[in-house]
């Protein structure tokens, strides 16, 4: 079985699934063996602990640290919580659903069978395809790789209900959400017959899988579930900006598991993805703060940890599809359009997205998934052939964009009302003011 390389350009990263690699015995007796590569595999293996950096301690710190004190050890209890079942998922079925064998019908567009649920068949000599023919990796590492990002994406939709949503409400929402929103966004994205990935979709590393798919479930999510007591006339300042900072940098740091990782092997690719990762983001650290020297506000250290998650979120779908020129004006672009989403139509609207997922993860997702047909492009530095037509793409990013959107709102409202009905979903009023520290899990963060 072989593989172009030109795949790097259609659909990143976790892309080329295991829909196009088979193990090793049962490829075609003619096509030379293919070979694991030890480089590459040590690669993956590191980029996947990374990835798990992000999430704990990384996004754990991130969340924990601006919620108030008594919130505290709640956020980042239900954070680890609902990444360990969503590992737990991801060997049962998830992998399976996502990145499984075929349907012989059209269903395959839109999700895989049961074949390799509890991971059957997988063994220590099973082998994934990478972008390059004939040089592979371990089928487990894969399958690991993948999984992270389940992980993470279910817990980014979190920030948006914390300090009012009961442990257990959350477990099963997880459960729902990842099973009809997340798995199957995941296969029409990465999967090789995946709807989108078929249309020729641009999504490197996650920017409609991961971010708009959170984003737009964490907005959803807050709505339904309502506003936190006291919100939005009383202050509900972060109570540590310190450990805010600290994720901050565990979160950037990770992050080039995620984006350079995406490219499965330890290549010129993967070095794009890398530099792409560090220049976005640091042009979008900046121009959040220069966006608060210009609105009247001093340049602030939440502001700077803001923009460098903007910047994160736009550069993951470009981040192997995009020159650093480009990237450094998506980065930017992307910021400052966070900036106003979270300052100015947030509170016109009047919604309580907690910790600004939608703002940052879903308003962010969609400027770099729509933004990658237009950095895709040669005139920006990008890798796309110079026949490359970005209206044509761009149609098709928007495209994308909008069904995981409607898909994602969808399934969120399902998720919802299936865990308001089997938790009742949000804690008491007494919990809420007592803090969900104590209420939820009897234990306080800080002890004096």
Known sequence: ??????????????????????????????APAAT???????????????????????????????VRTKNMLSVMTQIGAAACLAMLIWVM???????????????????????????KGITPASQAATFTAGVEIPEYVFVCFQMTFAAITVALVLGSVVERIKFSAVMVFAAVWLTIVYFPIA????????????????????????????????LVACIILGKRIGFPKEPMAPHSLTLTGVGTGLLWVGWFGFNAGSALEANGSAALAMINTFVATASAGLFWMLAEKLNGHKGSALGFCSGIIAGLVAVTPAAGNSGPFGAIILGAVASII??????????????????????????????????????????FGGPGAEDYVIFDKLLVQLYAVGVTIIWAAI??????????AVTGLRVS?????????????GERAYNM
Do not use: R
């Not at 704990?56 to 991130?62: E, N, S, T, V, W």
């Not at 920017?207 to 708009?212: E, K, L, Q, S, W």
């Not at 009023?429 to 899990?441: C, I, N």
């Open 187 to 218: 296969h029409m994205v990465w999967a090789a017959s995946g709807y989108f990935f078929k249309l020729g979709a641009l999504d490197f590393a996650g920017g409609t899988v991961v971010h708009i798919n959170a984003g737009v479930s964490a």
């Open 338 to 379: 966070c900036f106003y989403a979270v300052t100015v139509i947030k509170p016109k609207l009047g919604y309580d997205d907690s910790l600004d997922a939608f703002g940052i993860h879903g308003v962010g997702g969609m400027i770099g998934a729509i933004g990658t047909a237009i950095v895709y492009s040669p005139a």
């Open 36 to 66: 694991v590569d030890k480089g590459d595999t040590a690669w993956m293996m590191m980029s996947t602990v990374l990835v798990l950096a992000m999430i704990l301690p990384g996004l754990a710190l991130f969340y924990g640290g601006l």
């Open 429 to 441: 009023q007494e919990v809420e003011l007592e803090g969900l520290d104590l209420g939820e899990h």
């Open 93 to 119: 079925y998830g992998y399976s659903m996502a990145f499984g064998p075929d349907y012989t019908s059209g269903l395959s567009n839109f999700i895989s069978t049961f074949d390799k649920a509890f991971l």
């Open 411 to 420: 399934g969120t409202v399902v998720a919802i009302f299936i865990a308001k």
């Open 1 to 30: 079985m072989t593989f172009s390389k030109k795949l790097c350009g259609v659909a990143g990263a976790a892309g080329l699934s295991l829909f196009t690699a088979l193990p090793a015995w049962a490829q075609d007796a003619a």
